[in-house]
């Protein structure tokens, strides 16, 4: 039970971060040639900072898991 929760939260995280990074990079390159997103309070730059921090949670819930799974053996 717990597995099917950790890898519930690992899939939604790193989709969110994800997600923030494709429109981060989408931000950046719109700037370039004057668009913006208007409807982001975030700047490019802090929206990579959130999306690499929720990436490192992933990685630490990944890194339980397999923790979990070594002792378990």
Not at 4 to 19: C, D, G, K, M
Not at 26 to 46: H, I, S
Request: no cysteine.
């Amino acid at each position: 039970m717990k597995d099917s929760h950790y890898t519930i939260v690992n899939r939604a995280l790193f989709l969110i971060a994800a997600a923030m990074f494709v429109v981060a990079m989408l931000e950046w390159v719109l700037r370039w040639f004057g668009y913006t997103l208007t409807w982001l309070p975030y700047g490019p730059g802090r929206l990579l900072e959130l999306a690499a921090m929720m990436a490192v949670f992933v990685i630490m819930l990944l890194l339980r898991q397999i923790r979990d799974i070594l002792r378990s053996k």
